[in-house]
């Protein structure tokens, strides 16, 4: 692996024009930093002190929590300042390392999702092999699979970036270290690691973005044959929370990746990328509890031993 470059350091733009809302977005950041923060491990305290959520799907709804906290960590700190100080500058290799951790969230959050909406499926489609199938071992295994999957395709990401020669320019138009940024600051060509990026992408996102997609078919296929509405209401009730955070998350990944990234899109590109990388995080913990009975009845009791 060879790793050369000109570049001393990387300037990150962030919101340059924000002017007279410095203050006021950088408190609201604040407070979605500890929102997210805070939530995201209640959810997982929650999942360990509780007996009534030791079940498969809150299993994955920890291992949920486990990327956004990841992606918080990584990506809102830098950002806050950025915002406070008009920008931020770094190291090229630690502009790499935040693109790394970022990447592995993002890959494991996909594939999380997908492991989810089979869990619903089994639950709501075939629930009378559900007991055997979605087993403490499988979770566990499938959950160790799948962190490794996400660390290998950042792996891969890292290797394929350690190898080009980066000369600049230095300055990068964005809040964070996204790959298409880091690309535009090398000399070398570009175009076998974009050709490994769209692979692994279809992979790590377009995979699991048809399992879930199939998953969904069937489950509306199994709640429209249920006679009785309550049944529907049910049914649809167990899944309505995940089937939310996927449109959400998928939502804004799709529409930031698939719009141009120079000109007047900038703007907009920054703004969805905020969306999914501080707000999702956020909303993701808020959708799964208060939406959640069990999750309700272990917060009171999680509240009466303290």
Same mark, same amino acid.
């Given at each position: 692996?060879?790793?050369?470059?000109?570049?001393?350091?990387?300037?990150?733009?962030?919101?340059?024009?924000?002017?007279?809302?410095?203050?006021?977005?950088?408190?609201?950041?604040?407070?979605?930093?500890?929102?997210?923060?805070?939530?995201?491990?209640?959810?997982?305290?929650?999942?360990?002190?509780?007996?009534?959520?030791?079940?498969?799907?809150?299993?994955?709804?920890?291992?949920?929590?486990?990327?956004?906290?990841?992606?918080?960590?990584?990506?809102?700190?830098?950002?806050?300042?950025?915002?406070?100080?008009?920008?931020?500058?770094?190291?090229?290799?630690?502009?790499?390392?935040?693109?790394?951790?970022? /990447?592995?969230?993002?890959?494991?959050?996909?594939?999380?999702?997908?492991?989810?909406?089979?869990?619903?499926?089994?639950?709501?489609?075939?629930?009378?092999?559900?007991?055997?199938?979605?087993?403490?071992?499988?979770?566990?295994?499938? /959950?160790?699979?799948?962190?490794?999957?996400?660390?290998?395709?950042?792996?891969?990401?890292?290797?394929?970036?350690?190898? +080009?020669?980066?000369?600049?320019?230095?300055?990068?138009?964005?809040?964070?270290?996204?790959?298409?940024?880091?690309?535009?600051?090398?000399?070398?060509?570009?175009?076998?690691?974009?050709?490994?990026?769209?692979?692994?992408?279809?992979?790590?996102?377009?995979?699991?973005?048809?399992?879930?997609?199939?998953?969904?078919?069937?489950?509306?296929?199994?709640?429209?044959?249920?006679?009785?509405?309550?049944?529907?209401?049910? /049914?649809?009730?167990?899944?309505?929370?995940?089937?939310?955070?996927?449109?959400?998350?998928?939502?804004? +990944?799709?529409?930031?990746?698939?719009?141009?990234?120079?000109?007047?899109?900038?703007?907009?590109?920054?703004?969805?990328?905020?969306?999914?990388?501080?707000?999702?995080?956020?909303?993701?913990?808020?959708?799964?509890?208060?939406?959640?009975?069990?999750?309700?009845? /272990?917060?009171?009791?999680?509240?009466?031993?303290?």
């Amino acid at each position: 692996m060879v790793f050369t470059n000109n570049i001393t350091s990387i300037f990150l733009l962030g919101f340059p024009n924000l002017q007279n809302f410095t203050f006021s977005f950088f408190s609201l950041l604040v407070l979605i930093f500890c929102g997210t923060i805070s939530g995201n491990l209640l959810i997982m305290v929650l999942y360990l002190v509780s007996k009534t959520l030791q079940s498969p799907m809150y299993f994955f709804i920890t291992q949920l929590s486990l990327c956004d906290l990841l992606l918080t960590t990584d990506i809102v700190p830098v950002l806050l300042h950025t915002v406070l100080y008009g920008g931020s500058t770094m190291t090229l290799i630690g502009c790499i390392i935040q693109f790394s951790f970022f /990447a592995t969230s993002e890959s494991s959050e996909c594939l999380f999702l997908s492991v989810m909406s089979y869990d619903r499926y089994l639950a709501i489609c075939n629930p009378l092999r559900y007991p055997s199938i979605m087993n403490h071992r499988f979770c566990v295994t499938s /959950a160790n699979v799948l962190w490794l999957l996400g660390f290998v395709v950042m792996l891969v990401y890292v290797i394929s970036m350690c190898n +080009l020669h980066f000369c600049g320019p230095h300055v990068i138009d964005h809040f964070y270290c996204d790959f298409e940024p880091i690309m535009q600051l090398s000399c070398s060509d570009t175009s076998i690691i974009h050709t490994q990026i769209l692979v692994l992408g279809s992979f790590v996102v377009l995979v699991p973005f048809i399992i879930i997609v199939t998953s969904y078919v069937y489950i509306v296929i199994t709640i429209l044959k249920i006679p009785s509405d309550t049944g529907r209401h049910k /049914a649809f009730s167990t899944c309505s929370s995940h089937l939310i955070v996927v449109t959400i998350f998928y939502g804004t +990944l799709i529409i930031v990746y698939m719009f141009p990234t120079g000109g007047e899109s900038i703007f907009l590109n920054k703004g969805l990328s905020l969306m999914y990388t501080v707000l999702t995080p956020l909303l993701n913990p808020i959708i799964y509890t208060l939406r959640n009975r069990d999750f309700k009845e /272990a917060l009171n009791k999680f509240k009466h031993v303290f």
